[in-house]
């Protein structure tokens, strides 16, 4: 099974005082396969792991190891993203968010590892409908 993970999973896997930490941690034993993302939410965990920089480092190693997969975004897929940005606009989704949204459709991904509950049980992947979200 081929999972999405958004900034949430990955910081509280690497933050041990994370109030989610535990339950990530479990999650992600339970999946196959490496976490599939993108750089815009490589970049959200840069920010919000800003204080423990060794935290950010293992994120770092854990992309090298193959753990966790970058999938590529073309600068041509912009308009794609753009277009998820104005069809959600009343959430104000994050570009993260619209990202993974477009990914998940693009991909044919139908799970998405995220703490944003309220968010991505709306957003739909395309025709493909709702994502399925962990931890559930």
Known sequence: MR????????????SATDQYHEVCLQTVQ???GPLLTCWPVITEAAWLLQSTPMAFERLLRSISD?????LPV??????????I????GSLRPQFADAVL??????????????LDRRDFSVYRAGRKGRLRIVPE
């Open 3 to 14: 999972v999405l993970t958004d900034t949430g999973p990955l910081v509280a896997i690497l």
């Open 30 to 32: 339970n999946l196959r």
């Open 66 to 70: 193959g753990a966790v997969e970058i």
């Open 74 to 83: 073309a600068g041509k897929e912009a308009a794609g993203v753009a277009e």
């Open 85 to 88: 940005m104005k069809k959600y």
């Open 101 to 114: 949204v477009y990914l998940a459709a693009r991909e044919n991904i139908r799970t998405i590892f995220t």
